[in-house]
């Protein structure tokens, strides 16, 4: 089922990809090696072509769109990287992780412009720790598995929301994701360490090796469910109608009892 | 040797017409063994688990070989499942065939009970039989939710918080029972070790106590089979026990256990180290129950949440959906061959012979239309998880299921009664054919009808 949904991702972002790609066309990308300020108005151009139509031509946002006075540069960093903006979604969705429509260096400059239009979070630096793992652990069990589920594999919200798996976030994401609180995400206000505890643990969930073989999903009932049918019971079902199945010519040394 | 034993116990007649017990021929008879294999396998496993297992709540710090609990602070009992799972030998196959046996024996029972429903095999005299079995299954699910709860991880302290409020919802009685079971309010630390005497002796001792009344009455009143050449109201034709149905039993057996094992050994069961220690203050998600409590949870996330008063009594919302409505299910269950006996078919014969599922169309429509409703509730259980699978909201999906409950067993009754109807007229005067009708050629090239002559 995990490789089936995922087959399905995947596809459903290639045609995302597809239809998204022409119709956002980001201009070539320059051959200078920018400074801040620079690389500051050439995201300005890139946002004035790309994001004004929603976000405003200064940010400030429309009925489209959110204000991003003030998101800062992690904000932009995670939604530009993770491919949620721009917004292909349609009106009332929410917006999904797919491939980024912008190279690195249209990222970095558009990052500037958005961090320029307000006081914001900074991308946050993370440091991956193996020892931070069951402090990240426990703070992940309290307050993101919840939503995202004990295994980082998502989970439905509600109101229509779905958190999503975790499988591909970077810690760098992680912590975006945490400090900026995108989508339905409350804002976790956690401290350099908290941050890296939790990013080292998502890092040991992606990188875990599976005890006890197959992990179907590792959302608990639901697929053990289906297996303990459609594999238990369902071959245990062919065994005994193997078994059960008359092997002798009808009525061949059949005993009555009166 | 035996001539010994036969002067002392005088049992040779006993066992010579014991081991001539004869067994009916066709496959649907061997479900039942499925699940007593399949408690076999959980009566080993289970001893296996029981030397390591510690049932105790006490906090004590972890220091095993799983990294992201080390140096956590989690109860005996779930670092006992803990190291059981990473530093035993084999402890952790051990415990994932437990587990998945434990899932299999409840759905072989479930196949074995709708065997002995859809083919009528509970009508006089075997209405104790029946009662005997709904009484092991009762067994079989408490079994089941105790075993489930013991590893003391957030999953199942999240089962055992719903069961705790659905006790405590019951009018008047619920408080003292729910405090009777828990030792308290909610979390208590004397639940685990009370669930561990239940789980290991109690409902084991009373399973097993029903399994050997089970088979008794089955051996006592023999067994019946389905109508055929040669096969009355007053015999049984079929092989003896030995040495045909011992062959076939013990190759079941071991199948069985090699079933159980394959999934033991490579899928992976509730992953406990993955949800972490029971925290009273933390809720995960997705939490479901194993499959067979699945309706349960089901109506209760179906249900609407109504509650009122009535006679200053206050009705809490979980009584209906979580008490009320499974406890009716499962008496009407428990009562049915003396329903149908009273109120459907009015027949009290005694009856060796079973039914075909098209004899009595209508018991066949009802049984159908109450698993469809069964295995809708049983989804519902999942429907945040289907939400995710299928990308629309969750309470849209609650909304589907709260129709497709209402309107797919009524349906199903429909079909499955006008289908029985005509399997049962075909059985009886053969297949409908088709009109013949005879045609004449005429010379401008039309045809024309004759009058047929049959």
Redesign the interface.
Known sequence: MRAL?ILAAVLVLVGLAIVTVPAISPPPRTLAAPGEEQLAQQGAALFARSCASCHGSEGQGTEFGPTLQGAGAASADFQLRTGRMPFTEGAGAQAKRKPAAFDDQQIEALVAYVASLGDGPQVPEVTVD?AL??E???TF??NC???H???GN?????????APALDQATPVQVAEAMITGPGQMPVFGYDQHGLNAVAS?VD?LQHAP???????G?????P??F???V???A???V????????WTA??G?????? | MLRWLDERLGIADWARSGLRKIFPDHWSFLLGEVALFCLVVLVLTGVFLTLFYVPDATPVTYEGSYLPLQGQEVSAAYRSVLDLSFDVQAGLVMRQVHHWAALVFVAAIVVHLLRVFFTGAFRRPREINWLVGIGLLLLALGMGITGYSLPDDLLSGTGLRIIYSAAISIPLVGPYIAFLLFGGEFPTATIVSRLFVFHVMLLPALLLGGVAVHLAILWRQKHTQFPGPGHTEHNVVGKSFWPSQVFKSTGLMLLVAAVLALMGGLVQINPIWSYGPFIPTTVSAPAQPDWYVGWLDGSLRLFPPVEFTVLGITVPAPFIPGVLLPGLAFTIMTLWPFIEQRFVTRDTRFHELLDRPWDNPFRTALGVAALLVFVIATLAAGNDVAAIIFNIPVEVMTDVLRILIFVVPLIGFALTWRVMHELRRDDRVGPARPPVVRLRRTPDGGFEEIEASD
């Open positions: 949904s193996q793992v069951p990240g652990q426990r069990i309290g598995a919840p939503c589920g004990a295994t998502g989970g439905a919200v509600g109101g229509g929301a779905l643990y040991y599976h005890p006890g073989g197959f992990a179907i590792g959302i608990g009932p639901v053990e469910g297996v303990a049918w594999l238990g019971m071959l245990l079902f065994i005994v109608v193997l078994i059960g199945r008359r009808k009525g040394d059949e005993e009555h009892v009166p």
